[in-house]
Each structure stands twice: as structure tokens, then as C-alpha cells.
């Protein structure tokens, strides 16, 4: 049972290009959501999505794009790319969004230059 | 916006020694979840609290929701090397979304 994958890894990108991270589960989770980790911060909500079409922001979700076209998968984009969004992103999902314990993704080091 | 705040940021204890961390909102919550993050790696569910007053345990871990449902702590007893990591609440206000507390990072000195 592979529950929440993420690509890339680690990615590296110069100040001002785009970039899709992706995330899939098998869990057939309804709830999935994007969060950042930087220190001191703990994980902060960019995105979330309750169901397939249905996506809404979270805490910081400026120079972000969401999209749910699947139950499956929840890719997130960056517009154009700045050194402040150099971070870790986790992807995670949830049954429903009453059932939140959320499992996680392996997560994505970001780093922008 | 809602905020469900963590303390302390930072904890060193010996090996063997017992370990607290406690999580503060001032707005009710629905439930409250723990999570503990490996270094390195991705944040794991532990438990969730939903009545309160409530306590759970897992062998040495010791989990409390307060009564008025706005506090909670993890207690750790005799920490091992195995318990290295940060701990992390989440809160939930409502029907709404997860809001994690900023977590605290536990270090064990052998």
C-alpha cells in the first residue's frame, strides 16, 4: 500500500520558474492539502481540497495554484518561483474532512535561488 | 485567524528522563491530534482527542485533552533514544481544517 506519494524529492529552481510538485494517494481519501515547513513555523495550510473539483486556500496560499481533477491526485504549482518559497512541502490526505487524521507524504525540499 | 499555540519550542532531556509538551488555543476546539516527525522524515499520526477531560495512553506516552477543550499536553515518561524527534498538536475549530501548533522539538542526551 503506497498511502500518499510525492515527486520530487528535492528540487532546485532559479528565482522565476514554474514548477508542478505532485501528490497521489490510493487511499481514496477525500481530503487532501498542502502544507509548508519552515523552522520555527511548524506546517503551515497552502491548499486544500474536500473532494474532486472542490479546492480552497489555506493560511499562506499566495503564489500557489491547486487543482483536483481526480480523488487521486492534488499537484501543486508555483507560478514563478522566489527565494521565500524555498521550504519542505508536505502533501497529505484525510478520509473526509471530519476525519482528519491526516497521513503524509515523504514530503518535497525546495530549494529557490 | 485561528491559532493553537505549543510549548516549548525546544526540549534537551537524559535519557530516562520525563518529557512534556503542551498545546494552548483560546477558541474551543473540536478535537485535537498528535503528531510526531522524525528527523528527516514526514509527520505520523499518533492519536486523537475528542471528549473532554480526556486521556489516552500509549505505553510510556500519556496524551490529555482539558476539560474545556482548549488545552492539551503529551507526556513522555522515561524518554528513550527511539522518542528523538519533534511533536506536533493540530487542532481542529469547528468543521474546519487542521491547524498544527509550531511543535516541539525533543533531544535526548544519552
Known amino acids: 500500500n503506497a498511502g500518499v506519494t510525492q515527486t520530487p524529492k528535492f528540487q532546485v529552481l532559479k528565482t522565476g520558474q514554474s514548477m508542478t510538485l505532485q501528490c497521489a494517494q490510493d487511499?481514496?481519501?477525500?481530503?487532501m492539502s498542502w502544507y509548508r515547513q519552515d523552522p520555527g513555523m511548524g506546517l503551515r495550510l497552502i491548499h486544500y481540497?474536500?473532494?474532486?473539483?472542490?479546492?480552497d486556500q489555506g493560511e499562506v496560499p499566495n503564489g500557489y495554484n491547486v487543482s483536483r481533477s481526480t480523488t487521486e491526485d492534488f499537484p501543486l504549482r508555483l507560478l514563478s518561483a522566489a527565494p521565500s518559497q524555498t521550504s519542505v512541502y508536505f502533501c497529505a490526505s484525510s478520509r473526509t474532512q471530519l476525519r482528519p487524521e491526516a497521513f503524509f507524504g515523504q514530503g518535497t525540499r525546495l530549494t529557490v535561488v | 485567524g485561528q491559532q493553537v499555540m505549543q510549548i516549548p519550542q525546544y526540549q534537551h532531556v537524559q535519557e530516562g528522563e520525563d518529557f512534556t509538551t503542551y498545546c494552548n488555543s483560546s477558541?474551543?476546539?473540536?478535537?485535537i491530534q498528535w503528531y510526531k516527525q522524525r528527523p528527516g522524515g514526514h509527520p505520523v499520526f499518533l492519536i486523537q482527542?475528542?471528549?473532554?477531560?480526556e486521556v489516552k495512553k500509549q505505553k510510556r506516552l500519556t496524551f490529555q485533552f482539558g476539560e474545556a477543550k482548549k488545552n492539551s499536553s503529551l507526556h513522555i515518561t522515561a524518554t528513550q533514544t527511539t522518542d528523538v524527534g519533534t511533536y506536533f498538536c493540530a487542532g481542529v475549530f469547528g468543521n474546519e481544517k487542521l491547524t498544527f501548533g509550531t511543535g516541539t522539538r525533543l533531544t535526548i542526551i544519552p
Open positions: 481540497s474536500v473532494g474532486a473539483g472542490i479546492t
Open positions: 487511499m481514496n481519501h477525500e481530503y
Open positions: 482527542l475528542v471528549k473532554s477531560g
Open positions: 477558541t474551543t476546539l473540536s478535537n
